[in-house]
């Protein structure tokens, strides 16, 4: 385990133990007191590690990778003039203080966030998948107890499926409709991400909200590079941008 993963540990195993001092007698409903309450059928409670486990789950599945897909939102959105603009002036259309449904449905908003999520896809690829038996899959032949990992990125960038797949194009997702088979961000099957519609509920309403209400601009014109960030792939330097006040709207 690296030191940051080891600081992190400490971190996590301290604030659970202080909660389990201050959670009894407490009306509290944050979720890790609620996950402290839980009981399974037998009427046990979780231990310390299967709650530091679950607390790990949130802090990397939930938010660093939401957060890191807004990052290249705001990336492309800002390195791109003509997206920004045209994502204006659908964003205008709905007047101000629109509700959050309205936002949601925008066409072009969800293929800037589609594309966002194909070019540089969070999670580079699946988790693995153990084959029960004999299979054969694109012309391979798969014995039992073979491991198998889908690549996402691999996949968003097949040619055949999304020509110059290096060029970000939002008006690929509103040209066509793709299969769960050809785009998916957060894995397919069974094994989806479980929270994979409130985090395209997230990245709408935030990027929607941020660039209607602000004028930002990056902070120089280098091009963002992607780099490994544990199983996610992040901007490398991490998106630098400059606020250049309040956005009146048109």
Not at 34 to 42: G, I, V
Not at 91 to 111: C, F, V
Request: charged share 25%; net charge negative; with cysteine.
């Amino acid at each position: 385990m690296t030191d940051f993963g080891q600081e992190l540990d400490q971190l996590l195993y301290a604030e659970i133990s202080e909660r389990r001092d201050s959670v009894k007698g407490a009306n509290r409903v944050d979720i890790l007191s609620l996950l402290m309450s839980a009981t399974d059928a037998e009427g046990n409670s979780m231990t310390d590690k299967e709650l530091r486990d679950e607390l790990m789950t949130l802090l990397l599945a939930g938010y660093e990778t939401t957060a890191t897909a807004m990052a290249w939102g705001l990336y492309w959105i800002h390195y791109k003039p003509e997206v920004r603009e045209k994502l204006l002036q659908e964003l205008d259309t709905l007047g101000e203080n629109p509700d959050p449904i309205s936002i949601y449905k925008l066409p072009y908003l969800t293929a800037v966030c589609n594309e966002t999520l194909r070019i540089y896809p969070v999670a580079l690829a699946t988790f693995v998948r153990k084959v029960e038996e004999p299979v054969d899959l694109l012309g391979y032949h798969i014995e039992p107890h073979s491991s198998i990992w889908g690549c996402i990125y691999l996949l968003h960038h097949r040619e055949d499926l999304y020509p110059d797949s290096k060029q970000f194009k939002p008006e690929r997702f509103l040209e066509r409709q793709f299969s769960p088979y050809e785009f998916m961000p957060f894995g397919g099957g069974v094994r989806r991400c479980v929270g994979y519609a409130l985090a395209q509920f997230e990245m709408k309403l935030v990027l929607a909200t941020v660039v209607s209400r602000y004028q930002l601009a990056l902070a120089d014109n280098k091009p963002e590079k992607p780099q490994r960030r544990g199983v996610t792939l992040a901007p490398a330097r991490g998106v630098q941008m400059k606020m250049e006040g309040r956005r009146k709207s048109r």
